[in-house]
């Protein structure tokens, strides 16, 4: 951490150059004050004060108080405000990394555990590069002038009896340093894996209170926040045990100086005016000693939070880079003898895959839940590393050769999961393509059979959705997220189930529109419904990770196999449903 924190220093010379130079100078000016007091009360003990000297005092006291004040205020502000720079510097550089990041990567990190390092942990760091820049600055700066000027003005032999509690103090905190980063990092986990469940319940809550199950996770949550209590009190243990011994010792320092410097006094080597200066400064050494110890709790606060960052910032997703070629449109996907094996998981998911589709074609993937289907398009998604056996090939070359984010360009996918933001409904559909036009988006609308629940919506396209879209119908976020990516006209489109939510006629009028549009743009159905797919060129039945049937529907039909076991099941429920 501190060689991360002194390349940041080091790329700010001037903010932090005047920062300590302003921080040296408060130092010293501090002690003029107490100066002034010292020699005020000799002036006065030894009858010496003039009516020149006590306003000559007054003036070099408020004159030092003015411009302590003044250069304190500078520092300080200069100081937090570079370490908010800091802050937002490092949230854009991992929220950049987070955005890179693919499927693998979140399957091993938890959301709250996420959100805990893009707030808190951010938070901490910059507390530690600007409070403790600040400990450091003020008071190392600070104990070594307060006990120059102890030396030179008051006491030397005073001042070396009364730091030696002190120096017994800076042993103690070395010694409870590795035992407090322990702490803290037990801590900052239990409070991020509390996060995570409040996420998950938050999310999850209607299914809670459907299977009411309210009260059960309401006791739940408790035990999760006992267990975040008896972790911060732990470590309010070590703070408190600390600031006590810290207070003890400084307590014994002035018992030990007071002591020695009344014997100093009756020997005729010190001054009242010593005396009473010596024991200020050895409060202010005492403050300032206090704030080296927590320096210790800084610094190991943020020392957690650096390693959770740099975590994140080292994380990698298991795919291989990105490939250079270019590429500006699809003319064919060629799938030949690919399997897959997840990275998390024992057997194989995809096996001996094969087949190909040419531009202006539809394909139609059908098959038992659970049987690949997802898993084959995530491969042209690219959400996972490419399988080590067979090959996926766009336009004749391996898929891997291209630049992932032109690839992506080309593609517009609607998940199974309706990912909406809680925007506008307009929002959400331009977010397809941001430059389309109003005719582009009045088209995708058409097109997704979206235009009649828009003019229902009092303020049409402006209606806010809500968070994942809880002010719209399943069916309605369906179409959205179908019109959000025929708005971008991809060259190729990637429906994922995406039709399951809205009724036999409707589907039918999106696939005609869609196929309408489309001529000459190549489309890619996964669905339950095989009437969703009956007008496709081409149909691969998928079955246990691979194809046991592929041909035109007519064929599978023809072939009496599972795809005909399904039409036949589905037209007869279709049948009784007319005859309700
Ligand atoms: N991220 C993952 N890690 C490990 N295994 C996975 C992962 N995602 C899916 N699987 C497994 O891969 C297999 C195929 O899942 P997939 O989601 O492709 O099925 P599907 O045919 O799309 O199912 P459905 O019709 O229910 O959507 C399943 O056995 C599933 O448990």
């Given at each position: 951490m501190l060689k991360t924190f002194g390349k940041y220093i080091k790329k700010h010379p001037v903010v932090y150059g005047l920062v300590t130079l302003f921080a040296v100078l408060s130092s010293g000016l501090t002690l003029i004050p107490n100066y002034i007091i010292q020699k005020f009360i000799d002036a006065i003990v030894s009858n010496t004060l003039t009516g020149h000297n006590l306003w000559l005092y007054l003036g070099v006291f408020l004159g030092s108080i003015i411009v302590i004040y003044l250069v304190d205020v500078t520092w300080v502000m200069m100081l937090f405000s570079q370490s908010y720079r800091y802050q937002s510097e490092l949230r854009r550089t991992v929220y950049k990394k987070l955005l890179n990041l693919r499927t693998p990567f979140y399957e091993r990190f938890r959301s709250g555990d996420l959100m805990t390092r893009m707030t808190s942990d951010i938070d901490y760091l910059g507390d530690t590069i600007g409070y403790g820049f600040l400990l450091i600055a003020s008071n190392v700066t600070w104990t070594l002038s307060i006990l120059v000027i102890m030396i030179l003005t008051t006491s030397w032999k005073a001042a070396l009896v009364s730091i030696i509690p002190l120096i017994f103090f800076g042993f103690i905190v070395f010694k409870l340093w590795a035992k407090v980063d322990v702490l803290y990092e037990d801590n900052r986990d239990t409070v991020a894996k509390l996060s995570n469940e409040v996420l998950e319940v938050i999310d999850g809550v209607r299914v809670m209170r459907a299977y009411g199950k309210k009260d059960l996770e309401q006791e739940r949550f408790q035990t999760k926040t006992a267990a975040v209590l008896q972790k911060a009190n732990n470590l309010v243990l070590y703070n408190g045990a600390i600031g006590q011994t810290a207070k003890l010792l400084t307590g014994l320092s002035t018992a030990i100086g007071l002591t020695y410097s009344g014997y100093l006094i009756s020997k005729g080597e010190m001054t009242i005016g010593q005396l009473i200066s010596f024991q200020i400064y050895l409060g202010m050494l005492s403050g300032a000693v206090w704030g080296l110890s927590d320096i210790v709790l800084v610094y190991q606060q943020g020392n957690v939070s650096f390693r959770k960052i740099e975590e994140l910032l080292n994380a990698e997703d298991q795919l291989e880079k990105t490939g250079h070629n270019g590429i500006e449109k699809i003319d064919s996907i060629d799938f030949n003898h690919y399997a897959f094996q997840y990275p998390t998981s024992d057997g194989v998911s995809l096996r001996n895959i094969d087949f190909k589709l040419e531009r202006g074609q539809t394909l139609g993937i059908v098959g038992k839940t659970g049987s690949g289907k997802t898993t084959l398009i995530r491969q042209l998604l690219r959400q996972y590393p490419i399988g080590e056996e067979g090959a996926i090939r766009i336009n004749g070359q391996q898929i891997e050769n291209y630049?992932?984010?032109?690839?992506?360009?080309?593609?517009?996918?609607?998940?199974?999961?309706?990912?909406?933001?809680?925007?506008?409904?307009?929002?959400?559909?331009?977010?397809?393509?941001?430059?389309?036009?109003?005719?582009?988006?009045?088209?995708?609308?058409?097109?997704?059979?979206?235009?009649?629940?828009?003019?229902?919506?009092?303020?049409?396209?402006?209606?806010?959705?809500?968070?994942?879209?809880?002010?719209?119908?399943?069916?309605?976020?369906?179409?959205?997220?179908?019109?959000?990516?025929?708005?971008?006209?991809?060259?190729?489109?990637?429906?994922?189930?995406?039709?399951?939510?809205?009724?036999?006629?409707?589907?039918?009028?999106?696939?005609?529109?869609?196929?309408?549009?489309?001529?000459?743009?190549?489309?890619?159905?996964?669905?339950?419904?095989?009437?969703?797919?009956?007008?496709?060129?081409?149909?691969?039945?998928?079955?246990?990770?691979?194809?046991?049937?592929?041909?035109?529907?007519?064929?599978?039909?023809?072939?009496?196999?599972?795809?005909?076991?399904?039409?036949?099941?589905?037209?007869?429920?279709?049948?009784?449903?007319?005859?309700?």
């Open positions: 630049d992932i984010a032109q690839l992506e360009g080309l593609i517009g996918y609607v998940p199974q999961e309706h990912i909406l933001f809680s925007k506008s409904v307009g929002h959400n559909i331009r977010f397809g393509n941001l430059d389309a036009d109003e005719m582009a988006m009045a088209q995708a609308i058409e097109s997704a059979d979206f235009t009649k629940d828009v003019s229902r919506m009092k303020e049409g396209l402006d209606t806010l959705i809500g968070e994942k879209g809880v002010s719209i119908s399943g069916g309605q976020k369906q179409r959205v997220s179908i019109a959000r990516a025929l708005i971008r006209e991809p060259d190729l489109l990637i429906l994922d189930d995406s039709l399951s939510a809205v009724d036999a006629k409707t589907e039918r009028a999106i696939i005609e529109n869609i196929q309408d549009i489309r001529q000459n743009k190549t489309n890619i159905i996964v669905t339950h419904r095989l009437s969703a797919v009956a007008q496709a060129d081409q149909v691969i039945v998928v079955e246990d990770g691979a194809i046991t049937e592929i041909g035109t529907p007519q064929e599978l039909l023809a072939s009496k196999g599972w795809y005909y076991d399904q039409y036949m099941t589905q037209q007869m429920e279709v049948n009784e449903d007319e005859n309700i």
